[in-house]
């Protein structure tokens, strides 16, 4: 895996932690008005598998994921890439969304590398 300054560390963990917390707060009202959450539901668990992931690299916590679950997450992950990148693309120079969405493109980036080091790929 490429060096990772801390603070690209720290970022990027913290990229993920709020992902995963606009992530819930979706789902469970989502699930109060009866929407189908298969999609996000998807979506939240490769954000726990990559976080994970990343915590396993770069600080040895040990994760309870398997082999198939990490290798689904990686595609969720990949999959999350095209519209994130269009948001990016629209966002206006300098702002506060452009400089977010830079920091979720790097820890997505950077979780799909761990991933593929932890399974060999």
């Given at each position: ?54 915590e ?23 999959g ?39 399974l060999?790929?």
């Amino acid at each position: 895996m490429e060096y990772v300054s801390d603070v690209e560390k720290l970022e990027s963990i913290k990229s993920f932690q709020s992902t995963i917390s606009k992530l819930e707060n979706a789902n469970a009202q989502m699930t109060m008005k009866g929407a189908n959450i298969t999609l996000t539901t998807k979506r939240l668990k490769a954000l726990y598998i990559g976080l994970a992931t990343l915590e396993y690299v770069w600080n040895k916590r040990s994760h309870q994921y398997n082999q198939e679950e990490i290798e689904a997450a990686r595609n969720v992950l990949a999959g999350l890439f095209p519209s994130i990148k269009s948001s990016y693309d629209k966002a206006r120079e300098g702002s506060p969304q452009k400089t977010l969405l830079q920091r979720r493109i790097k820890s997505l980036e950077l979780a799909i590398q761990a991933i593929d080091e932890q399974l060999g790929s």
